[in-house]
C-alpha cells in the first residue's frame, strides 16, 4: 500500500476517501478538532472530483448523439471540439484520482438519458428530428469505452 503523503499525489480521490475514514476512527482522540465536519469536508473534496468527471460524462453524451443524429453541417465541428476538450478533462481527473475509473461505467450509464434528452432538445430547437437519438439510447446508449476513445460518430 502507498504511503498516506504518496496516495495524496498517486490517487486523490482515494486519499480524500481514506482521510476522511481516518479521521472519524480518530474522533475520540483528545485532539481538539472538529472531527465530523473536518472528514465531511475532505470527503467533499473528492465528491467535487466525482461531480466534475459525471459533468464531463454527460458533455461527452450529449454531443455523441448530436454528431450520431444530426444531419447539419455547421456546428459539427464545435461539437467535436468541444468533445476533445471534455475528453481531456476527463483523462486529467483519472490521472488526478485513477480509483474513479472504475465508475465510468456506471456515470455513462448514468448519464446516458440526461445527455439523450439535451441532445434531443438541442437538435429539435433546430427543426431536426431527434428519433435517431432515441433509438441509440433504447438500443443502450454508448458505452464507457466509446465516450472515452477518440473517435466521432459519423
Request: aromatic share 6%; charged share 35%; net charge negative.
Amino acid at each position: 500500500m502507498a504511503e498516506v503523503g504518496e496516495l495524496y499525489d498517486q490517487d486523490f480521490f482515494r486519499w480524500t476517501e481514506e482521510q476522511a475514514a481516518a479521521l472519524r476512527r480518530a474522533k475520540g482522540s483528545n485532539l481538539p478538532l472538529d472531527w465530523d465536519n473536518l472528514a465531511e469536508e475532505i470527503e467533499s473534496l473528492g465528491k467535487s472530483q466525482r461531480a466534475a468527471l459525471r459533468s464531463q460524462l454527460r458533455r461527452i453524451l450529449r454531443h455523441l448523439f448530436k454528431l450520431e443524429a444530426s444531419t447539419a453541417s455547421e456546428p459539427r465541428l464545435g461539437w467535436e471540439e468541444s468533445l476533445r476538450d471534455a475528453r481531456e478533462e476527463v483523462e486529467d481527473i483519472l490521472q488526478d484520482s485513477p480509483s474513479l475509473r472504475r465508475e465510468v461505467p456506471r456515470l455513462v450509464s448514468e448519464q446516458g438519458p440526461i445527455a439523450a434528452k439535451r441532445a434531443a432538445a438541442d437538435l429539435e430547437k433546430h427543426g431536426e428530428a431527434a428519433d435517431a437519438i432515441l433509438a441509440r439510447l433504447e438500443r443502450g446508449g454508448f458505452t464507457a469505452e466509446e465516450v472515452l476513445a477518440d473517435w466521432f460518430p459519423g
